[in-house]
C-alpha cells in the first residue's frame, strides 16, 4: 500500500498493494483456523484518519511477503527447511508465546529484551550481515530503497532494508522514529516481525524478518510450482483483512486525532486510492480500496495493471468490476482455477466485496473488519457447499451460466 518501509517481497514492481497496512504482512499461517475478527466496539469505523505517519509506513507490504495458508495446497509450496524462516513456523507462532528466530530457536538475542521501539543496530552490525551491502546479497528494491538479505550473529534471517534518501521527509524529522516506535509494537502472526533499526546521518534502516516462501505475486502465477487454489486465495484474503485490521485497531489507539496528509506518494500504482489524489490523505478506507485491488487479483490471478493487454483489460479491477456488474463475473476467474458451482457462487460474493471496497468514495467502502467478516461467511459457505461434494464444472463450461449439481 502506501509507504516507505514496505517487506513485500514482490519482484514485480506493479505489484503488492501499497497504502496503509501491508507493509509488514505476512499474510496467512493460520488462516484455516483464524477466527474472525472479534467485534470491538470500541474502535468503530470512524471514518478518521487512524494511520499516523507512522503507521501509514507499515502500509503495503501484506501482498508481497507472505506464507501460504495451511491447506493441502501449502504443503507443495512451503519451503519445508524449517531452520529458514519463523514465518513458516506457525504452530510454533500459535502454541507458544515466545517467537522464534529464522535458526529455529527462541531468541536468543539480546534485542528482544531491549523492548519495542528500542532495537537499535550499529552500523558494524548491518555492514556485517550484508557482506558491506554486497550485490549478492540484494533481494529486491522497492519504493522505499534496497532490500538485502542478511543473517544476524544469532543465526537470524532478516530482510535489510535501506532507505533512499529521499523517502524520509528531512522537514519531517520524526517520521522515521515515529515508524520504528509503531513497528516495534506490531506483533501478529501474519505480519512480518520487526527486528529493529538504524538512523546514523542520512542512513535509515529498517531490519524485519525475512520471508523465504515467496511473494503472493509468485505463488499466483505459479512460480513455485502449482497455482494457489481457489480454498488458499480465500484463506489468504482472510488473513491479510485480519492482519489490515489489527493494523487499524493499532493505529486507531495511537491516533492523536490529527490529520494527516501525505504529499509524497509511496504506494505502488494500481493499488493506491484515488481518493488520495484528490485529498492527499491517506485513511483506513485507502487500505480498504486497496484490500479491494487485491481481492480482484486474488480471484483473476491478473495484477492490477496489466499494461500488454487490450485497452479495455488494462486497469483489472475496472475489467473485473465490468464482468461482474455485467453478470459475467465467472470469464473474470483466474484461468488456472477449476469452474465449480461453489468456487463462482464464491467469486460473485468476493466481487461484490470488492465491489464495495473499490467505491470511488470512501465512506462508501466498508470497514476492514466488515470485509474479513464477510469473507469469513463465504469461506463458510464454500467449505459447507465442497463438503457437500459439488462437483466441477470443465472449462468449456466456463462461459455458461452454472447450475448446481
Ligand atoms: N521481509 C522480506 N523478506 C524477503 N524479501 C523481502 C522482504 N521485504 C522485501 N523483500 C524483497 O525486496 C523487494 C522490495 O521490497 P520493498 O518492500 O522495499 O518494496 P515493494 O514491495 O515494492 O514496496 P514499496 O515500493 O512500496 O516500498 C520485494 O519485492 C522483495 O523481493
Known sequence: MTSSTSSSRSRNPSSGPRSTPDRFANSSSFS?????????????DSGRNPLTVAVRSIAGAFISCFTPPETAERKNLIVSNESRTPSVS?????????????????YSNARKESGPGNMKFTMDEILKATRNFSPAFKVGQGGFGTVYKGRLDDGSLVA????????????LGAEFQSEVTTLAQVEHLN??????YLEQGDERILVVEYVTNGTLREHLDGVHGKELDF?????????????????????????????HVSTQVKGTAGYLDPEYLR????TEKSDVYSFGVLLVELVTG??????????KERITPRWAMKKFTDGDAISALDPCLEPAARTNLALEKILELALQCLAPRRQSRPSMRSCGEVLWSIRKDYREQSALGFRSLSSSQRSVSVKEE
Not at 191 to 196: A, H, I
Not at 237 to 257: F, P
Request: glycine fraction near 6%.
Open 231 to 259: 480454498a488458499a486465495r480465500l484463506d489468504i484474503a482472510i488473513d491479510i483483512a485480519h492482519a489490515i485490521t489489527y493494523l487499524h485497531m493499532l493505529a486507531a489507539d495511537m491516533d492523536s486525532g490529527a490529520t
Open 191 to 196: 505480519l512480518v516481525k520487526f527486528y529493529g
Open 160 to 171: 535489510i532494508k535501506r532507505a533512499k534518501s529521499c523517502v524520509y521527509d528531512k522537514h
Open 90 to 106: 506457525s504452530e510454533v507462532s500459535r502454541t507458544t508465546s515466545g517467537r522464534r528466530g529464522s535458526n529455529g530457536g527462541i
Open 302 to 311: 491478473r495484477r492490477p495493471i496489466e499494461s500488454k493487454r487490450e485497452h
Open 279 to 282: 485529498t492527499y490523505q491517506l
Open 32 to 44: 484455516s483456523n483464524s477466527a474472525p475478527p472479534e467485534s470491538d466496539s470500541r474502535k468503530p
